[in-house]
Structure formats: C-alpha cells, structure tokens
C-alpha cells in the first residue's frame, strides 16, 4: 500500500473509491453493447459502500456500527463482482479496472478489520 494511501481514512478513501466508479460507469454508459443493468449495478454498489461507512459513523449503537460497516463489506464484494463480470464479458479491457478490484480488496480488508475491532471491544 502507498503511503499516500496509508494515512488515508476510510471515509475519504470510499468515498474516492466510489468517485472512481462513478468515472467507469461514465465511461461504460458511452460503450455500445454494454447492458445498462450492469452498469447500474456497479454504481450501486460502488457507491454504496462509501454511504454505509458514512451512516456508520453516526451509528446510534455499536451494533448499528458494525451492521453499516458489515453491509458496506458486502457492497464492496458486490462491486468486485460486478467488475470482474464486466471484465469476463469482455465489456471492459482488465487493465482498466484491475486497480479498482485491488483497491476494492484492500478496502475489504480494512472494513473486515474495523468491524473485528468492533465486535472485539463489545465484549
């Protein structure tokens, strides 16, 4: 991981992330044969994972913490999908996104962590 990255939090590094995805879907939407469902998933769940990071940080609990930290990790997952399909598809060249699927893996990790952390400290 850069250091640039490093110091990043997750708020800003989501939601980052998030404007990437935005950019392909642009991007996507001018292609011909694309499925426009495709594309509206993606920019779902792409912008979703930065959303439940955000709502996290006003959890009323830590168990509303930890579920919006939980659901943006499925929405991260969900948006590697999405990437990877588009890329099997043959909708998109892989070396267009393969540096969103590793941020998204790396984005994984760190909610992975934080919601471990979380758990960690109810106890």
């Known amino acids: 991981m850069s250091d640039q990255r490093r110091g990043q939090n ?16 642009r991007y996507l939407n ?12 993606l920019s779902r769940s792409g912008a979703s994972i930065g959303a439940n990071v955000e709502e996290a940080q006003a959890g009323q ?12 990790l499925k929405e991260a997952r969900e948006t590697t999908y999405w990437l990877r399909l588009l890329v099997a598809a043959e ?15 790396e984005i994984m990790r760190i909610l992975a962590a934080i919601i471990i952390s979380a758990k960690r400290r109810q106890k």
């Open 30 to 41: 001018k292609q011909p044969d694309i499925d426009k469902v495709l594309i509206k998933q």
């Open 61 to 72: 609990s830590d168990l509303d913490f930890i579920s919006k930290y939980a659901i943006a």
């Open 10 to 25: 997750i708020c800003d590094r989501t939601f980052a992330f998030a404007v990437r995805i935005v950019k392909l879907c």
């Open 91 to 105: 909708c998109v060249q892989a070396d267009r996104v393969n540096n969103l699927i590793r941020e998204a893996s």
